[in-house]
């Protein structure tokens, strides 16, 4: 559950980014944030994974309230937010278990349990033949499965992607917005970013624009909205 | 970078070495000197009483700081100035009949910082005549050591954080190599610890590896002087610290010193890293 009160931030360099963001997401929801370039969508989901804190108002993430809570706790709080950006961020030397697994490594989860997760998550995405691949051997498609399968694999509450098909082409699109819906109905909220107005028209969710730091609407099964 | 880095240590551990072998040296030597430092308290001739003089003794002895208080007559006094005069001193026999010294107290403190302190105090005692204990050279001696010990250990600390800085500049070279896999470590709920100790181990393995050539040199170069030179030197006071167990002591020092400064180095740089 993500629970945000009269939400503001201004940055050190002047720019205000929010402008008082009241929202409430359930678990299990799936929820398209959109709008123009510069709105602060990226403000707001950085804010969900704390990579960005509030100037001021509260944000509760399960039950965690983000402004009490401790540096040394954030760790545990991201182990609970897979993350997903546009720009894939897979670590070039490593082939695509081994980027998968690298999440699971550094939380000091046990080898057993690592390779059993990697194997179910690369079945998930549809990778599991190209486990021994390196990045820059796969498509982009395939290489943005392999950053929501490192995203998902220790089973988060909320899966937060950043324009996820923003560099893929709208036939590969399609395949990762199957991914996420299937995610998505194993009771994991979803929330995604995006400029496609195919996407948000097609596959009808909660759509949430965001103009000027300001939530200007908020809708169930909501349309894009703005014009390409 | 690595090598330059650890290149650098090196250097400021040999030069850290030879300033800590000369420093703690001299030390040790200025130690010796202000041992030897004593205060004679030269009695009145006309105080003759003996109580008088009892009393004066232990008046001396209640001073804060004093370690201990021994009399010697004018009899031993004559005795110890014809034995220091070697053939000389025949000729001061004479005066075994009609003794001109003074009985003495000798009187030795604490600490020897305490002296002039001390002496100053005794000077007031009736029945002092004199005081004497070096005026002037053991002022001058303390002083010197003092200036000494403050400006070897701001040498020390002024080399130890120029390595401490290029140490923190290779690791941070290292971690803007690593720093996209550092950002998907702390995306992914990696805690600050277990970014952290690879560099740590890092910074240590560089502060140990270029601890090993001054420490080479130090014991090397140790046991040379040790066995060679102090040989040579006779005054009683210079004498070197012997090289058992000193230069092991200093050698553990330096391997301390080197992986501090790998340590800190890496310590501070990665601190940067991980405000996220």
């Known amino acids: 559950m993500i629970l945000m009160k009269d939400i503001y931030k201004t940055y050190a360099n002047g720019v205000t980014a929010l402008n008082g963001i009241n929202i409430n997401i359930d678990q299990g929801e799936f929820v398209y944030i959109v709008g123009p370039s ?138 990762i917005m199957e991914v996420f819906e299937e995610i998505n109905s194993r009771g994991t909220t979803v929330i995604m970013a995006t400029h496609s107005k195919e996407i948000v028209n097609t596959i009808k969710r909660r759509v949430i624009a965001i103009e000027d730091g300001l939530i200007v609407r908020d809708e169930y099964r909501g349309d894009y909205g703005y014009e390409v | 970078m690595t090598v330059a880095s650890i290149g650098a240590v090196t250097m400021t551990l040999i030069l850290v070495a030879v300033f800590l072998a000369v420093m703690l040296n001299l030390n040790e030597m200025a130690a010796n000197i202000e041992d030897d430092v004593e205060i004679n308290a030269m009695i009145d001739p006309t105080f003759n009483e003996e109580d008088d003089i009892v009393d004066l003794g232990e008046q001396i002895a209640e001073l804060n700081g004093v370690d201990s208080v021994t009399f010697s007559s004018r009899d031993d006094e004559l005795e110890k100035l014809i034995f220091s005069m070697g053939e000389e001193g025949e000729a001061w026999q004479l005066y075994e009949q009609d003794n001109p010294l003074n009985h003495v107290y000798i009187v030795r403190t604490f600490d020897p910082e305490d002296t002039v302190t001390v002496a100053a105090e005794i000077e007031t005692f009736a029945g002092v005549e004199e005081v004497n204990y070096g005026q002037g050279v053991v002022e001058r001696l303390f002083q010197f050591n003092t200036y000494a010990r403050t400006v070897g250990l701001i040498l020390i600390l002024g080399l130890v954080f120029t390595a401490i800085f290029l140490i923190s500049n290779t690791i941070k070279i290292t971690i803007m190599a690593r720093s996209k896999e550092i950002g998907i470590m702390k995306l992914v709920g990696a805690t600050n610890g277990f970014i952290r100790w690879p560099f740590f181990i890092e910074g240590m393995l560089l502060g140990v590896l270029g601890s090993i050539i001054p420490i080479t040199l130090v014991l090397a170069g140790y046991y040379y002087i040790d066995t060679n030179i102090s040989e040579r030197i006779n005054y009683s006071f210079v004498e070197l610290l012997p090289f058992n167990p000193f230069a092991w002591q200093l050698s553990l020092i330096i391997l301390v010193i080197g992986a501090f400064i790998g340590v800190w180095g890496s310590v501070m740089s990665v601190r940067k890293f991980l405000k996220v």
């Open chain 1, 38 to 175: 510069g709105a602060g969508k990226s403000t707001f989901i950085k804010m969900i994974y704390r990579e960005v804190k509030p100037s001021s108002g509260s944000i509760i993430i399960n039950n965690n309230d983000l402004s009490e809570m401790k540096e040394r706790k954030v760790p545990f709080l991201r182990r609970d937010i897979g993350v997903i950006f546009q720009d894939f961020k897979l670590l070039p030397k490593l082939t695509v278990y081994e980027n998968i697994a690298f999440a699971l490594e550094v939380i000091e989860e046990s080898p057993r349990n690592i390779r059993t997760r990697v194997m179910e998550v690369l079945e998930l995405v549809g990778l599991k033949n190209k486990a021994r691949f390196m990045p820059d051997e796969l498509s982009g498609g395939e290489q943005q499965r392999v950053t929501i399968a490192r995203a998902i694999v220790n089973n988060p509450k909320i899966v937060i992607a950043d324009e996820p098909t923003g560099n893929l082409d709208p036939e590969t699109s399609w395949g």
